[in-house]
């Protein structure tokens, strides 16, 4: 595979124009450095689910990653009203997404379950009323 790669996207709220650009780009990334597919298919739903939440829920945010010869790691941390109750949110269905939110397609609950089943290691912190860290792996298996 190679030495690894490491970068740093930028969100912005609301920014439905932009949405998917970082997870776009870092699935890119790992296409170039010779990824396995289904690594980068579960990279690539994980990180787009989590872009999508700052673009819904946050003012702004960012995306960092890291790729070495064993492991994707990536958090995205946001500025927004942060994730009152991280057990609900996790559960299928959940959702705070105003109508004209879900009217777009977006914000039907599955944002942090769908990151999670395509994780081998999720952790999620969260302040009401400063923001959310989400970090999460994937083993690179040879």
């Excluded at 989590?50 to 995205?76: H, Q």
């Excluded at 769908?114 to 999620?124: A, R």
Aim: proline share 2%; aromatic share 6%.
């Amino acid at each position: 595979m190679g030495n690894g790669a490491d970068g740093i996207f930028f969100l912005t709220g609301k920014d439905f124009n932009n949405a998917g650009t970082a997870s776009s780009n870092l699935k890119a990334v790992l296409e170039r450095m010779g990824i396995a597919q289904d690594i980068i298919r579960r990279t690539a739903i994980a990180a787009f689910e989590a872009e999508m939440n700052v673009v819904i829920y946050a003012v702004a945010g960012m995306m960092k990653y890291r790729v070495t010869d064993t492991e994707i790691s990536v958090t995205v941390q946001d500025m927004g009203q942060g994730i009152p109750n991280i057990d609900l949110a996790m559960t299928e269905g959940y959702s705070t997404a105003p109508d004209h939110i879900r009217a777009m397609g977006f914000g039907s609950g599955m944002g942090l379950p769908n990151i999670k089943k395509n994780t081998d290691n999720l952790s999620v912190n969260s302040i009401v009323g400063e923001g959310t860290t989400l970090e999460f792996v994937i083993q690179i298996k040879d």
